[in-house]
């Protein structure tokens, strides 16, 4: 401590650690205690607050699994059912971008030199100089029954009716795994790049197939950035909302937007606690095993 | 399979860059074979052509009279060392030396018993689990080998192998590496910049110097019979001077330099009128006395003593000292630093080659 405060000088140092005490406390810590605290409560009148019926309980995280008592449904399908539909989903479109960014990040990083890897990775940034939502709703152009690929299509006389993709959910996962991209794309350029390319060579020398090669020595490699690529596509896209508010077919619903209607236009915070707490209970058991599956640490990750 | 290597009239570019120009020698089967030459003069683009990672932009490689164009590092029968190793960090000692047979589908068990067996021949029989970190600089350098060797190849490469390793394990794996090439009896081809490494181990050497092989031939043919100024300045220590033939008597040549006219062997066929380069070796020079011939009067600079051997230095011409050695036989010549001295050399120890570029310390 007197280490630190010598090194920085004492008002740097105050500052430093004001600065992280906010940031773990305010940011970090706080709102998600009131969260956490909001979601074992009733949702009471404001006139009820502090008598008889302030409570704990369990009754919020009930609900989510069995519905209101007296139901005729043993469980709660519907919100189950999307909870579980967003899990899936966000998985699929890690996956996805992972076999989308992997041979890009390998490219960029091992096969491309100098200013022709600098104008690629330019290239991959650029589309995110234009906002969220501006680009989900590019995608709906894109992806509509109207839209640019359907029009293709239907010009090229491959389709004679147009696919509405939107209903199928094609246009919510392009967009997700297109939102997220450069979260994959650059966690896995860096693992990638620190590896030494004669390693590559030497397992081609020893007779070693691209695939193997891939297998037993650049992916190793790049675990700590597959893992950290992987955790933060998931869990922005179990998070996301604007992009399902877009581009999300008519009759599928996201966690999140379930949430929102909790906490909005249902005004019942305790219950949206409950299930912000459930979904941010899940990204943690992604992370947790993603990094048993790859054997990293946290601190790997972080790199 | 025979493992003679051809290089057929080899020329590789880089753009306009000519890495290697006209290589064309054949190495036999089980030879100890090495490149020598500065940084820079394309021996690892060399290396590679043979391996695979790079086709050549002319002529071709053959392997025991095959053509090799179009055939990847991962279809030929070599096997290379890299010059910083390239071992797998992630993987156990043994799992290094059996990817080759990984690759190759061979069983767990069996792909084991081969790596122990190496493990044997390098003399680490014992830390086939332990993590490669956990090496020692040589102890890295031989589970390359055994790497390498594991896929059975009918040619090592190896690419300044040594180069990181300090004096004593350098002069150590020197005799090793020599020693597993009798063993295992393959075709090797080393590449060094450090001429006693090219010198102690090899069978043969070609001599290269920007692109060009130089010279072809054995130790001691290179070291006596250099047929270049670059080659005769690079192996080994040497003196060059400057001068004209003025003429040819059997096998020597006279030339007047600015000592005087000395006498030399005419190796390269020289004729009188033609600028030359006599070079005469730091240890086929001594003191003279009487009249011998090809004698040089010139001012002692100083000496250093080496243990077992002395140097003195004299003035020559230009900014260059001629050097000459001694063996420490127990009587060393009185001299004085500043006082003039004759020294003189026999015409068979000194050669007599075309003006060319020597090689910068
Ligand atoms: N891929 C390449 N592109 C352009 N120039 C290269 C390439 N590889 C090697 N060179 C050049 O070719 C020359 C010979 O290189 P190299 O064979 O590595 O030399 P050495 O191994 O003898 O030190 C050097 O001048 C080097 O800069
Ligand atoms: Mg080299």
Redesign the interface.
């Known amino acids: 401590m007197r280490d630190f405060f010598q090194r920085n000088g004492a008002v740097i140092s105050t500052y430093l650690l004001l600065a992280v005490f906010f940031w773990v406390v305010m940011m970090i810590v706080l709102p998600q205690a009131y969260m956490l605290n909001f979601s074992f409560r009733h949702d009471l009148l404001p006139n009820q607050i502090g008598g008889p019926k302030d409570v704990y309980t369990l009754s919020n995280y009930e609900y989510l699994l069995f519905g209101r008592p007296g139901d005729e449904e043993l469980f709660n399908y519907l919100h189950l059912t999307v909870f579980l539909r967003t899990i899936i989903a966000s998985i699929f479109v890690t996956l996805l971008d992972f076999a989308l960014c992997y041979p890009i990040a390998y490219y960029i990083a091992q096969v491309a030199k100098g200013g022709y890897a600098r104008s690629m990775i330019l290239l991959l940034i650029l589309p995110f100089w234009v906002n969220e939502i501006l680009r989900a709703f590019a995608f709906r152009i894109l992806f509509g029954t109207s839209g640019v690929i359907n029009a293709f299509l239907q010009t090229m006389g491959i389709l004679d009716e147009p696919i509405d993709f939107l209903r199928a959910d094609v246009a919510l996962y392009a967009g997700l795994s297109y939102a997220y991209i450069l979260l994959m794309v650059f966690p896995l350029y860096n693992a990638i790049e620190s590896l ?1 390319h ?2 590559v ?9 691209w695939w ?1 090669i891939h297998w ?2 650049v992916m ?2 790049a675990k700590p950035g597959i893992a950290s690529g992987c955790t933060l596509v998931f869990m922005l896209s179990a998070g996301a909302l604007a992009a399902p508010q877009i581009l999300g077919g008519p009759s599928s619903l996201w966690f999140t937007q379930i949430i929102y209607q909790w906490f909005n236009t249902g005004g019942n915070w305790a219950q949206g606690s409950a299930y912000a707490i459930v979904l941010l209970l899940a990204c943690l058991v992604f992370v947790l095993t993603v990094m048993k599956v790859f054997k990293v640490s946290l601190g790997e990750i972080a790199r | 399979m025979s493992a003679d290597v051809e290089l057929d009239h080899m020329t590789i570019r880089f753009g306009e860059f000519t890495a290697v120009k006209d290589a064309n020698l054949k190495i036999e089967d089980g030879e100890f074979f090495s490149f020598l030459g500065p940084s820079g003069c394309g021996k690892t683009t060399i290396l590679r052509a043979i ?3 790079l086709e050549p932009t002319e002529g071709e490689v053959r392997i025991g009279g095959k053509n090799m164009k179009g055939i ?4 030929r029968p ?3 060392i ?3 190793l ?3 960090p ?2 156990s000692v043994a799992d290094n030396i059996a ?2 047979l ?3 589908g061979v069983g767990k068990a069996e792909r084991r018993k081969r790596a122990d067996e190496l493990l044997d021949l390098i003399a680490l029989g014992d830390q086939g689990n332990k993590k490669v970190s956990e090496l020692s600089g040589g102890q890295k350098q031989r589970v390359a080998i055994a ?2 060797l594991a ?1 059975e190849p009918a040619v090592l490469l190896l690419d300044e192998p040594l180069s990181a390793l300090d004096l004593k394990l350098r002069q150590h794996m020197r005799t090793e590496l020599r020693a597993i090439q009798q063993r295992v009896g393959i075709t090797f081809i080393y590449i060094t910049h450090d001429q006693g490494e090219a010198l102690t181990m090899s069978d043969r050497i070609a001599v290269m110097s920007q692109g060009i092989i130089q010279q072809v031939g054995t130790g001691t043919e290179v070291y006596e019979n250099s047929q270049t100024a670059f080659v005769a300045s690079f192996v080994g220590e040497n003196n060059p001077f400057h001068g004209k033939v003025v003429g040819t008597e059997g096998s020597d040549a006279l030339v007047d330099t600015a000592f005087g006219r000395l006498r030399g062997r005419n190796v390269r066929g020289m004729q009188p009128g033609q600028s030359a380069m006599l070079f005469v070796r730091p240890e086929s020079m001594s003191f003279a006395n009487g009249d011998a011939e090809n004698v040089i009067e010139s001012q002692v600079l100083h000496s250093e003593f080496e243990g077992s051997f002395f140097s003195v230095f004299l003035r020559g011409e230009g900014a260059k000292d001629i050097v000459m050695s001694m063996t420490n036989s127990g009587d060393l010549p009185q001299y004085q630093e500043g006082e003039s001295a004759r020294v003189a050399f026999k015409a068979e120890r000194a050669l007599v080659l075309p003006v060319g570029d020597v090689a910068d310390e």
């Open positions: 030494d004669n390693q060579e030497a397992a081609r020398d020893l007779g070693s197939p193997r037993r020595v190793p490699h | 391996s695979g990672f990847g590092p991962n279809k070599t096997a290379l890299f010059q910083n390239a071992l797998f992630l993987m990817f080759g990984e690759v190759r790497r390498a896929v």
